[in-house]
């Protein structure tokens, strides 16, 4: 049979290329494109239609939505929105989850058969000295092992899930207190205007009572004096509002020129919430995480303890020898008494030990900071409190006292004095208060930030003890 071997060859490369043809992806090239994503990139505002798509989102189960309108200006909880759909960080959060769901979705699939064709010749003359012999290797998982896999891949896109929702929380608490400071800032900006509008009213009088002989030229200096440090401080407060306002258009992934008109927090001492939550162990989003985290190790080490039991493997075999045709199977089993996956098993146990030590040293580093943040944001509720109900009464009072004197004109040069002095005053009482104000809520943001978003009560029926997180889970 001297064409037997070319006839045979050709049919097995035909199935072989039907083969590949059946089960192969062709390749599509994507180059980088900067100049159209620069592009979208500066088109991006707070109106456009994936924002206002992600809002009726969120709003689909409300009986009263809150208004989402950016036209009239943006708030912080618009902006929040926003730093939601356009933050640079979440997208790529977003984009290695997306690999773990594609992991999962593919995951707990058999093995591709496996063709096989051996070919021999006889070296004594025959006359048909080819010897072939195809086969078909099928791999029947037996052992589990697939089941595990898939089991692993859903707990990893789970954990996932939650490294983006941890994000998203971590992006929000961030735009607060960028929101915050910027909202300082322009506070600042509004109290010197307005202390330096009376400054200027100051030097202009007593530059005349100086010129008049009335006033000491050195005492009237102080005036100028006063307005020149007050001018300064306008162009350096100026200059930090802008520097805020830019951080939160990066925050919010927008473009420094995007068409955005953010609107002061003037509440500044509530922005934070009520910091009293004692759920920070289900609702804090690290937590969420290492639980998930913590259950992806489990699904190893079980995945690693099903490879050590064998699969099946089995398929048709084919033999021509010598012009005799025989037809037969084939069959393997490997014996798990030398690798056993030891070496799998011993690690996965290893990482779960680790996963668990991850999750209860940040259980107590983050009880540990909660602790801090309530004592801090307490104490510094209190020097608001004494700020607003004892000090600023005195020092308006005393500025009050000295503008009626001067307003009749009993005092002389003294009441001058005072009145700068009390201006003065007032100016670093009204800059001490906004600080004030700005600590206590950056602080009420880090209590808020470490309990977590609001959640549903825990389900604690499963066996990790965490609550069950569908793959569509996204924090609010």
């Not at 689909?60 to 912080?76: N, V, W």
């Not at 089941?147 to 954990?159: G, N, Q, V």
């Not at 100028?224 to 440090?229: D, K, N, Q, S, Y």
Request: charge should be negative.
């Amino acid at each position: 049979m001297p064409n037997e071997l070319p006839r045979l060859g050709a049919g097995v490369g035909v199935l072989v290329a039907l083969a590949l043809l059946a089960g192969c992806q062709s390749y599509e090239a994507s180059p980088l494109d900067l100049g159209a994503h620069q592009a979208a990139w500066t088109e991006r505002a707070p109106g456009d239609e994936s924002v206002r798509a992600f809002v009726r989102e969120l709003t689909r189960d409300e009986q009263t939505p809150e208004p989402f309108d950016p036209a009239d200006g943006l708030s912080l909880g618009e902006g929040e929105i926003v730093a939601l759909v356009y933050s640079p960080e979440l997208r790529l959060a977003r984009l290695r989850a997306g690999v773990s769901a594609a992991t999962a979705e593919h995951a707990g699939r058999w093995d591709d058969p496996e063709l096989s064709v051996d070919v021999l010749r006889l070296i004594e003359s025959a006359s048909s000295p080819w010897v072939i012999t195809p086969g078909l290797a099928f791999t029947i998982p037996i052992s589990g092992r697939l089941e595990a896999e898939k089991a692993r891949a859903d707990a990893s896109l789970h954990a996932a899930l939650s490294r983006v929702a941890e994000q998203e929380w971590g992006v929000r608490n961030e735009l607060r207190r960028a929101w915050l400071e910027w909202s300082a800032a322009r506070l600042r900006v509004e109290r010197i205007e307005l202390l330096l509008g009376e400054v200027e009213s100051l030097v202009g009088s007593t530059a005349a009572l100086a010129d008049a002989g009335e006033m000491a030229r050195t005492q009237a200096t102080l005036f100028a004096l006063e307005r020149a440090g007050l001018a300064r401080s306008l162009v350096r407060e100026r200059g930090e509002a802008e520097h805020a306002e830019q951080r939160l258009r990066a925050i919010m992934g927008l473009s420094p020129d995007a068409p955005i008109t953010p609107l002061p927090a003037r509440s500044l001492s509530v922005v934070g919430g009520k910091p009293e939550s004692d759920q920070f162990a289900w609702r804090n989003p690290t937590l969420v995480r290492l639980r998930h985290e913590y259950e992806v190790a489990e699904r190893t080490l079980r995945r690693e303890i099903r490879k050590q039991y064998p699969d099946l493997t089995i398929g048709p075999l084919y033999e021509a020898d010598q012009g005799q045709s025989r037809i037969g199977f084939l069959g393997a089993v490997p014996i798990p008494v030398l690798n056993a996956n030891a070496q799998g098993i011993a690690e996965a146990e290893a990482e779960r030990a680790l996963a668990r030590a991850a999750f209860e040293t940040e259980y107590e580093r983050i009880a540990g900071h909660l602790a801090q943040a309530r004592a801090r944001h307490a104490s510094l509720s209190d020097q608001l409190r004494q700020l607003e109900d004892e000090i600023v009464p005195l020092v308006d009072q005393q500025l009050d006292e000295a503008q009626r004197l001067l307003e009749l004109g009993e005092g002389g040069l003294g009441a001058g004095l005072v009145l700068l002095e009390s201006l003065t005053r007032a100016g670093q009482i009204e800059m001490d208060l906004i600080d004030t104000r700005l600590a206590e809520s950056l602080a009420a943001v880090e209590v808020a930030g470490l309990i977590g978003p609001p959640m549903t009560q825990p389900n604690t029926d499963d066996a990790t003890g965490h609550p069950d997180a569908s793959p569509d889970e996204v924090s609010r």
